[in-house]
């Protein structure tokens, strides 16, 4: 690399000069004509309805009540009634008795080691700073 181009790469370039922005003239403003106004409708008068009098519904005949006989009044014979106490349930043949299973012997287990917990730590190390490289940050503003 050259020496133009290392100086090139090591001295701050200028910004560019800020382009002007082109003014936009205003929009002639429109102005709509004002509309014609409609005549109103003349109002709609319906004749007077001619009173009728309701035609009378026919009333229907009154039917006489139906009755229903009166039911003979026979006894029923009653139930017996069920006895409060149940019978006695027929006795089953003894229960088989089953092996007893003999006790096995207990077993001890050695102790555990004790192996101690891994503390963890309650303070967060600072983050190191990162390193600014000159020619991929903006120049400064004087």
Do not use: C, E, Y
């Not at 019978?87 to 007893?100: E, G, N, R, V, Y």
């Not at 309650?122 to 503003?141: D, E, G, Q, V, Y």
């Amino acid at each position: 690399m050259t020496s133009a181009a290392r100086h090139l790469l090591d001295t701050a370039a200028a910004p560019p000069p800020a382009l002007a922005l082109p003014t936009i003239p205003p929009l002639p403003k429109f102005i709509l004509p004002p509309l014609p106004s409609l005549p109103s409708p003349p109002k709609a008068t319906l004749p007077p309805l001619p009173n009728m009098p309701l035609p009378s519904l026919p009333t229907q005949p009154s039917l006489p009540k139906p009755t229903l006989p009166t039911l003979p009044s026979t006894g029923i014979p009653s139930q017996p009634k069920p006895p409060n106490t149940l019978p006695p349930l027929p006795s089953i043949l003894p229960k088989p008795t089953f092996p007893t299973m003999s006790t096995a012997p207990k077993v001890t287990l050695p102790p555990l080691p004790t192996t101690p917990l891994p503390t963890i730590p309650t303070t967060i190390p600072s983050l190191p700073t990162i390193p600014t490289f000159p020619f991929l940050s903006p120049p400064s503003s004087n």
